[in-house]
């Protein structure tokens, strides 16, 4: 399908990098196509970026029938704009979006919306280390229609946004984390495999309460008994015992995550024995006293790893390597911010160039 474009005649000026923080500013243009039943998707195109009108009925706004996805384009040492596995984001969608019975655009079209959008925005690419271009597609139900039932019209759109260096530029931070033993972000059988904005809904009080106890985000346990480890805030969670990294299992509450399978594929090409399996906060304690439990961390996009320094209940809190980030969590940060920053060679074939 080919892409329409047509270009702003009002460019933005461009925020300083260093104040870039996240999701505060949008490049000068979108991608969006259009889904309509019997006809499938078209009038793909790139336009300036606007508020876009929506039916006051359309069904994302009452049934939340939404998906997004989050990824980004780095600049590399070289000066060139490289796309981080463009089409695991893209399958990932396709893969989530039957539970919400919604069509996804074609798995190329995604991945070339993303690449033509980012070539558009070649300026808006900050070049300061740790930085990058966010790029947020988005999946929605268009059709205006009260009845209960999937729309027969979505919208499909990427929206861009640089990102500043998630850290500060001074190495990894560690956050503290509450453990969520109340409410659940999601049950077996849900959404929570999908990147499914629902799912977000369902966790923003529990950060907010984790937040006014002075904890940076929580920790989400299994839906049934409370007891399994799922995931931490909007991240992955690993877990180093002894010298054994353990994670949670994928199921249809655990989100897949591209940086949790990266992380994964470069700690074992490095040696280390990667167990994917339940995790109890029993065995956490049991860890913790015996003293196996060496770090803890969090993967995704945003930060590529975010160490735990911390892991508090009511009444009890776990202390992790002194609270500050360790030795693995380091040498797996750098091992993936090399290979998107094209200082390292990519023998994975994660990286695809974009100019
Ligand atoms: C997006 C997301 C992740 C991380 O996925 P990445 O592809 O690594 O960015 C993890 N958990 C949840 C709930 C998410 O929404």
């Known amino acids: 399908m080919e892409i329409r474009i047509s270009k702003t005649t009002q460019p933005k000026v461009k925020p300083p990098e260093a104040e870039l923080g996240f999701g505060k500013y949008f490049t000068d243009h979108l991608f969006a196509c259009?889904?309509?039943e019997g006809r499938g998707w078209g009038d793909a195109r790139i336009e300036p970026y606007a508020p876009m009108q929506l039916d006051p009925a359309a069904g994302v706004l009452h049934y939340g029938q939404a998906m997004f996805e989050g990824s980004k384009a780095f600049r590399g040492v070289d000066g060139r704009v490289r796309l981080f596995r463009p089409e695991a984001h893209a399958r990932r969608m396709i893969a989530g979006a039957p539970r919400l019975c919604m069509p996804t655009p074609p798995e190329a079209l995604m991945v070339e919306a993303v690449r033509a959008l980012v070539k558009v925005e070649l300026d808006w690419v900050p070049r300061s280390e740790g930085t990058s271009l966010y790029l947020r597609p988005t999946l929605v139900a268009t059709e205006g229609f009260l009845g209960v039932r999937p729309s027969r019209e979505y919208?499909?759109?990427?929206i861009a946004s640089p990102a500043g260096n998630y850290?500060?530029?001074?190495?990894?931070?560690?956050?503290?984390?509450?453990?969520?033993?109340?409410?659940v972000r999601a049950p077996r059988g849900g959404l929570g495999s999908t990147k499914a904005g629902a799912n977000y809904a369902a966790s923003l009080k529990s950060a907010q309460d984790a937040k006014k106890r002075g904890f940076d985000q929580v920790l989400w346990l299994d839906g049934k008994d409370h007891e399994y480890v799922e995931e931490v805030g909007t991240m992955n969670v690993c877990f180093l015992l002894g010298s054994t990294l353990v994670t949670p299992p994928l199921s249809d509450s655990i989100l897949a995550g591209v940086t949790r399978d990266s992380v994964l594929t470069l700690a074992r090409d490095q040696g280390l024995t990667v167990e994917e399996r339940p995790i109890s906060l029993k065995e956490l304690r049991g860890a913790q006293q015996s003293g196996e439990l060496k770090e803890i961390f969090g993967t995704g996009t945003a930060a590529v790893i975010s160490p735990v320094g911390e892991l508090a209940f009511a009444g009890e809190s776990l202390v992790i390597n002194g609270g500050k980030p360790g030795p693995v969590a380091e040498q797996l940060y750098t091992a993936v911010c090399d290979i998107q920053r094209g200082l390292k060679p990519d023998p994975y074939g994660w990286m695809q160039l974009v100019d």
């Open 34 to 36: 259009d889904y309509v």
């Open 155 to 158: 919208r499909y759109f990427v």
């Open 167 to 183: 850290f500060g530029g001074k190495g990894l931070k560690s956050v503290r984390i509450w453990v969520e033993t109340q409410d």
